[in-house]
């Protein structure tokens, strides 16, 4: 028995003075809160949508003790032994704090999202604060009108009369009735992004963390899943989906302990980021966003989706480019005759833009390697003696359109840049910096508001001067490396980490304001920055440095968890790969590509006439295609983490009118078997005719052309040859097959 607190005989006092249970509600999902004067917020129930007199007669899990359903237990005053949200020196020293509830208030907002577009929704903002200081914190919950979603949020003002030092600042908690809760989540390195974990959670506390500095998606990421009854499946069982909209470092933890609920901390990874809030001044946290899935994984996926396609993402109801992208097809041999090659080959297979990737840019030090000239983004008339606009030049000949790589947040220690400005890099005071990619990379002080001005000028002189450009790729290739601003003052040393990325955000939105219209592909060192913190300002993300068909089905599974297909950046590209050295399969690559953004990343005056033919086709069919994969609803047929060999997964139409579906086998051994595909997400009643993309096979398939019912689709599935039928010459030991489903 634990000892009664005095807030837990309070909550056994008959009368509930003020109490009201308040419901926020989207679509299809209830969430509610008990709130009381005087007394911590309560949680009381996340899940399908309730009737009022269920509502009235909740109640909390039986054996929820006084800390596992309060949604923001902050330290020192009633919380001491459990996990917390809030944590803070005050200006006096004293480390206790108790957050109690003043008021609250429900508005309807009808307001513009971080990506531009409008929403409306109900926010519920509870006004709590400390009985001995004057600390204010809102807690904020916004459910939108039209998508299963919840954002939270906090802001904690100090009223103090001086400086009070945040050690914890979590958004609110997420507390989980335990039963047979699984989570999952993506865990990944470079060149390896986002490989799928699931585990049942167990007595204890797991968490997930990013230290980088810059780049949070390339190990641990900040998104998760929870299955409430076993292991996930994909369209049965309940799932909560919970992703922390921020660029930056984080942590996320969830605590089992004797309670009858899990409980999920997500936020700023406080970890040597202290923060000194000043007398008036207020610290907003990261959002997190919820939903909640009665339809397994695949229901919590598209309500991400959705949420990213109506009020995330950049331009989301745009059709994206197929492009070529330069990076593996000549790496930093960039001169205009390459180019001009690079873009007349991609305009005849029927790309649509030809981006120019590492290597174009630097005059007293050229960039010949990844060992100088970052910060100098001048062009290298070496290379390029027309400059770029020889290359607009090419590009308007060549029917395709222009875009640039830069990397503007960084320097090389060999540049004009740095020679100019030794003190605009993050080093640790009076140390020498450490040096990343190339032995002189560093990370420029974007806390110095000198160097947000210089990083804005990167793509206000590109974009002033060549409004033509129509996509910038916008890489960053390292951590930070050691601790320290040299602009920040000494006492504030420790607000770098979440200065930088505030100030990230703010260059973001600054030419957003000045270019909308702009694409920007999100890339860090591949998929290092796949996150709702940057996506509004983006219109995709390069997914990986890894390119290699079998290990991007992987990757691309596990960041469709996520993300849309629409923001996936997926490439073809040479064999054998780059990164891991197989060789696989055209067709394959091809097939593996299609199932993202469609692109290129390869040197097309290497491919045989036969290849360019093939891939040309490939192109036709996607653009036909395209507005399915791009727009459609995902569902996940068959995983391959499965371990038997096969990964399958389809695109259906809003209107279920048109459907894609990808079958992939993993490996070949002879005598090996792979069980049939059931489709989903098809009207059972249509009949749907069936054809091949990419076909290789001498015959035609045995279903093409024929019409099924969605039905039969969905119950039974098509049989799927395990092998190509093709000439003897032209046998390998890859399997894949992208058929177009077309309603009758
Ligand atoms: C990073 C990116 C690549 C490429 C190189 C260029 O690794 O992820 O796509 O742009 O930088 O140096």
Redesign the pocket.
């Known amino acids: 028995m634990k000892p009664l607190t005095p807030l837990l005989l309070l909550s056994l006092l008959p009368a509930i003075a003020f109490a009201d249970k308040v419901e926020l509600r989207t679509p299809n999902n209830s969430f509610v809160v008990e709130l009381k004067q005087g007394a911590e917020p309560q949680f009381l129930y996340y899940g399908p949508a309730l009737k009022s007199q269920d509502i009235e007669n909740l109640e909390k899990a039986s054996d929820a003790n006084w800390s596992c359903a309060d949604l923001y237990p902050a330290y020192g005053a009633t919380h001491t032994q459990n996990e917390i949200c809030l944590a803070m020196r005050h200006s006096d020293g004293n480390m206790s704090t108790q957050m109690l509830i003043d008021s609250w208030k429900e508005s309807n907002v009808n307001d513009l999202a971080p990506n531009g577009a409008k929403r409306s929704g109900q926010l519920l903002t509870i006004t709590l604060s400390d009985p001995l200081y004057p600390i204010t914190v809102h807690l904020y919950y916004l459910a939108y009108d039209d998508v299963d979603m919840i954002e939270s949020w906090t802001d904690i003002t100090n009223g103090e009369k001086k400086t009070v030092t945040l050690t914890q600042f979590y958004n609110p908690l997420l507390p989980v009735r335990r039963g047979n809760v699984y989570w999952t989540h993506f865990n990944g390195s470079w060149a390896s992004e986002a490989q799928l974990i699931e585990l049942p959670l167990a007595n204890g506390l797991v968490e997930v963390k990013n230290k980088d500095g810059l780049r949070n998606s390339a190990t641990d990421r900040n998104e998760i899943m929870l299955s409430l009854d076993g292991p996930a499946r994909e369209n049965e069982g309940d799932v909560i989906g919970a992703a922390l909209c921020y660029s930056g470092n984080f942590r996320i933890t969830i605590d089992t302990d004797e309670s009858d609920y899990h409980q999920y901390f997500a936020g700023i990874n406080p970890d040597n980021s202290e923060y000194h809030l000043k007398r008036g001044e207020t610290f907003t946290t990261p959002h997190s966003a919820y939903t909640y899935s009665t339809r397994g994984t695949n229901g919590a996926t598209q309500a991400f989706h959705n949420w990213a396609r109506k009020y995330q993402l950049r331009h989301a109801n745009q059709e994206r480019m197929i492009l070529l992208?330069s990076?593996?097809g000549v790496?930093?041999n960039i001169n205009q005759e390459g180019m001009d090659q690079m873009m007349k080959d991609i305009a005849s297979m029927g790309g649509e833009l030809f981006v120019m990737?590492?290597?174009w840019f630097g005059d007293k030090y050229p960039r010949n390697i990844?060992n100088s000239s970052l910060g100098d983004w001048v062009v290298d008339t070496r290379k390029l003696p027309d400059g770029i606009p020889g290359l607009l030049r090419d590009a308007k000949k060549n029917g395709v359109k222009f875009g640039i790589?830069i990397?503007p947040e960084m320097a090389n220690t060999v540049s004009e840049l740095y020679e100019a400005h030794p003190d605009w890099i993050i080093k640790a005071p009076g140390r020498e910096p450490v040096q990343g990619?190339g032995g002189t990379q560093v990370v420029l002080d974007l806390t110095n508001p000198k160097v947000q001005d210089f990083a804005f000028s990167i793509f206000d002189n590109l974009l002033s001067n060549y409004p033509e450009i129509a996509y910038i790729?916008w890489?960053a290739?390292a951590p930070v490396m050691n601790h320290g601003s040299q602009y920040l003052p000494m006492d504030e040393q420790s607000h770098l980490y979440i200065k930088y990325h505030e100030a990230l955000i703010q260059l973001c939105q600054r030419i957003r304001a000045k270019y909308p219209d702009v694409i920007i592909q999100d890339?860090?060192?591949?998929g290092?920055r796949a996150n709702y913190g940057l996506l509004p300002y983006f219109d995709e993300f390069?997914v990986s440095?890894n390119t290699d068909g079998l290990q991007r089905i992987f990757m691309q599974w596990g960041t469709s968890y996520f993300f849309p297909a629409i923001a996936m950046a997926s490439h073809i590209s040479a064999v054998p790969n780059h990164a891991v050295f197989r060789t696989t399969s055209l067709k394959y690559r091809c097939d593996v590509a299609m199932s993202g953004r469609l692109g290129m990343?390869i040197q097309p005056k290497n491919m045989t006439d036969d290849e360019k033919a093939f891939c040309r086709q490939v192109i036709t069919d996607y653009k036909r295609v395209r507005p399915v994969i791009q727009f459609g609803d995902l569902y996940r047929l068959h995983s391959p983490y499965a371990g038997d060999n096969l990964a399958s997964l389809m695109y259906v139409s809003q209107d279920k009118q048109q459907a894609v579906f990808f079958w992939w086998k993993l490996e070949t051994f002879k005598n090996q078997h792979v069980p049939r595909i059931k489709m989903a997400g098809l009207e059972s009643d249509k009949y749907y005719t069936v054809h091949e993309l990419n076909r290789i096979d001498n015959k035609p398939l045995s279903c093409e052309g024929k019409s099924y019912s969605g039905a039969f689709l969905m119950q039974t599935g098509l049989e799927m040859p395990y092998t190509h039928d093709v000439d003897h010459n032209k046998l390998n030991d890859w399997a894949s097959r992208v058929l177009q489903l077309t309603a009758e």
């Not at 890339?523 to 591949?526: F, I, L, P, W, Y």
């Open positions: 992208n990076w593996e790496y930093f990737d590492d290597g990844d790589w990397e990619r790729k890489d290739n890339c860090a060192s591949g290092g390069w440095d990343e």
